[in-house]
């Protein structure tokens, strides 16, 4: 198992502006994964971070928007950029395989 | 888009009565996993089910595989207060190399 801890837990930002959510694993992992759960929804995929790689994003993400850091086997940020409403959402991180995954408490972002 | 489609959306039980899920999804997988997660928190992994498996147990929970259908389903039993909470299934593809969520059952257990 993993232990994971994002920061921050939640924060409140003003459109326009940008937001970087850190995630930090208490063990080294090859795999990262980036989640959006928008309210009242499932998880959505951003994308996969490796360490030494870019970050592989899924359709509709894209790099300018999401920038991924993956500087080490234990930590990872994703940045919202440029903030809209509907980017309120629960940011997700966890680390595992295809068979279990840990997951961070999350970051709830509001943008108004 | 979403692979796994759940059912119901929203269940309402009483205390000590039995809460079914059911989980249907499109594509192959190599195994399917259900998913509890509290109050907008973090996922908390519950159990796994591989594709050749028809039904697995872990203490309350009880899962069931249909390949032929698609379909999963996930059986607490006695419920508890505590297992108020959101669940999801997630599918391995195969030959994919993502976990894809379903969108999840809201359980309510009443006290």
């Known amino acids: 198992s993993a232990v994971i801890s994002q920061k921050p837990s939640r924060d409140i930002c003003q459109r326009g502006t940008s937001l970087t959510i850190q995630c930090q694993v208490d063990s080294q992992v090859t795999m990262m994964f980036w989640y959006r759960q928008q309210p009242g929804q499932s998880l959505t995929l951003i994308a996969t971070a490796n360490q030494g790689s870019e970050a592989t994003y899924e359709s509709g993400f894209v790099i300018d928007k999401f920038p991924i850091s993956r500087p080490n086997l234990t930590f990872s940020t994703l940045t919202v950029s440029n903030l809209s409403p509907e980017d309120s959402s629960i940011y997700l991180c966890s680390v595992g395989s295809y068979n279990e995954q840990f997951f961070g408490p999350g970051t709830r972002l509001t943008v108004l | 888009s979403q692979q796994g489609e759940e059912d119901p959306q929203a269940l309402s039980i009483q205390e000590g009565e039995n809460a079914t899920m059911n989980c249907s999804y499109k594509?192959?997988?190599?195994?399917l996993q259900w998913y509890r997660q509290n109050s907008g928190r973090g996922l908390v992994h519950l159990i796994l089910i591989r594709s050749n498996e028809r039904e697995k147990h872990s203490g309350r929970l009880r899962v069931t595989l249909d390949t032929s259908k698609k379909s999963s389903s996930l059986l607490i039993t006695a419920s508890r207060a505590a297992d108020t909470a959101s669940y999801f299934c997630?599918?391995?593809?195969?030959?994919?190399?993502?976990?894809?969520f379903g969108a999840g059952t809201r359980l309510f257990v009443k006290a």
């Open positions: 594509t192959s997988i190599n195994n």
């Open positions: 997630a599918t391995d593809i195969t030959g994919g190399f993502k976990t894809i």
